[in-house]
């Protein structure tokens, strides 16, 4: 039967430099699918991922999980689960203590479905601002679908959020919504939706994805890509500031459908970018709907190419 289980309640150390992530995950399997789990506000390292159940909360409202220094792991790996909901919390890569790449501090993948995650922070995957396409995430959603990213924020990070297929991947990514997100000192994107997210084309379905509210400054590439593949995703109500050598405000690459609405830049990249760029790689921009772009400083709303 699901339960409510505190973590404090089972002796954690909770100092976030010894790992506590065997108790962690006791509290999960204890609660059971269906169950909630209550981390109270302390600060837990953890040196292998967490997995969650399906049907759980995680109610994290003061709450820290850190990668323990050295580890090689994420934080969370969801794999193939079902409505797991996380209410706050911070996600920390604890970057200069644990350098080893890990492409996102939480995974969702393997065909999850509708996880939702709110008010949580992500921080330190880089230790140096400056592109790097390959740094690590705060949170992904691989081949999974009506996932949910709200009211949440991230520093110091290659992407805040990646939303797609991998490479080679045959399953299906759709109507996911990311939306309220502000993201500072960004190493690429702050939002990157793809249907190969290793940059090259790959047999996957990537489909009605949502990305609307961001609010992005200090960034190296662009605050929003839309890239190889996508069908019928829309973007609106970006505002970004690219005072870290940000090129694009969205930038709109080999897809289909793409609507992009109401989205203001400032002090971008002006000799590179645009507030809307069009750049295609392997294919066509198909079927595009643009409005609504702004720039407050010269910096070209549209550039092709």
């Known amino acids: 039967m699901p339960s409510t289980v ?11 430099l010894t790992p ?20 109270g506000a302390r600060a837990y390292a953890v040196a292998a991922a967490l ?33 797991w909901r996380v209410v706050g ?12 790449r890990c492409t996102a501090l939480v995974s969702v993948e393997s065909g999850s479905t509708g996880v939702e995650v ?10 140096t601002n400056g592109l790097d396409p390959l740094a690590d995430s705060g949170i992904r959603f691989v081949d999974s679908s009506r996932c949910r990213l709200d009211d949440s924020r991230g ?4 992407y805040l959020a990646v939303c797609g297929m991998d490479a080679g991947s045959r399953g299906v990514s759709e109507d996911c919504t990311l939306s309220r997100l502000t993201a500072d000192t960004i190493a690429a994107n702050v939002v990157f939706v793809s249907g190969s997210l290793a940059s090259t084309p790959g047999p996957g379905e990537v489909r009605r994805h949502v990305v609307r509210d961001v609010v992005a400054t200090d960034f190296w590439d662009s605050a929003v890509e839309i890239g190889q ?31 992009v609405h109401d989205v203001r830049g400032v002090r971008m990249r002006s000799d590179v970018g645009a507030v809307l760029r069009v750049l295609p790689l392997y294919d066509v921009v198909r079927d595009l709907q643009a409005g609504g772009l702004h720039s407050d400083d010269g910096t070209p709303t549209l550039r092709v190419g």
């Not at 509290?27 to 981390?39: E, K, L, N, Y």
């Open 6 to 16: 505190s973590v404090v309640d089972l002796g954690p150390v909770g100092d976030g």
């Open 20 to 39: 506590d992530d065997r108790v962690l995950q006791a509290a999960v399997d204890s609660a059971g699918p269906g169950g909630t789990v209550v981390f």
């Open 51 to 83: 997995h969650p159940l399906s049907g759980q909360t995680w109610s994290m409202t003061g709450a820290r999980l850190v990668r323990a220094a050295g580890s090689v792991h994420r934080l969370v790996q969801a794999n193939t689960v079902r409505d």
């Open 89 to 100: 919390g911070t996600f920390d890569g604890n970057a200069r203590n644990a350098p080893a």
């Open 118 to 127: 709110s008010g949580a922070t992500f921080v330190d995957t880089i230790t």
């Open 155 to 158: 520093s110091r990070l290659g």
């Open 229 to 259: 593949g996508a069908v019928d995703c829309s973007v609106s109500g970006v505002r970004a500031d690219g005072a870290g050598n940000g090129q694009n405000v969205v930038i709109v690459r080999d897809n289909r459908g793409t609507r």
